[in-house]
Nanobody, 125 residues
Framework: QVQLVESGGGLAQAGGSLRLSCVAS????????TGWFRQAPGKEREFVGA????????DYADSVKGRFTISRDNAKNTVYLQMNSLKPEDTAVYYC??????????????????WGQGTQVTVSS
């Protein structure tokens, strides 16, 4: 079974950048669609972006569109979330999720079967 590990979180100033990585093991990552979600204190987990298993289709939440970019390197079993122009409201725990039976993209939390442990992103003003 696939296991996901996120990394790259940390502290950033407003307007700064961070790149998150999600590394998969235990399965062929090329066979999984992947999403990024985030959860701020006291808030529900929300959709950030997603990328299809082929990497040809992406989807982004309106709140991050134009600032965040998802990419994947199946040869390295890694999915990335490049975050630019960070805002304080981007502060949250960011989670990588994957599903083998999703050939497009999904914004639904309950659509994904596999989740990483999360990585904290904190943006100061």
């Amino acid at each position: 079974q696939v296991q996901l590990v996120e990394s790259g979180g940390g502290l950033a100033q407003a307007g700064g950048s961070l790149r998150l990585s999600c590394v998969a093991s235990g399965g062929a990552f090329s066979g999984y669609s992947t999403g990024w979600f985030r959860q701020a204190p006291g808030k529900e987990r929300e959709f950030v972006g997603a990328i299809s298993l082929s990497g040809t289709t992406t989807d982004y939440a309106d709140s991050v569109k134009g600032r965040f970019t998802i990419s994947r390197d199946n040869a390295k079993n890694t999915v990335y979330l490049q975050m630019n122009s960070l805002k304080p409201e981007d502060t949250a725990v960011y989670y990588c999720a994957a599903d083998r039976n999703l050939y497009g993209t999904s914004r639904r939390v309950n659509r994904y079967d596999y989740w990483g442990q999360g990585t904290q992103v904190t943006v100061s003003s």
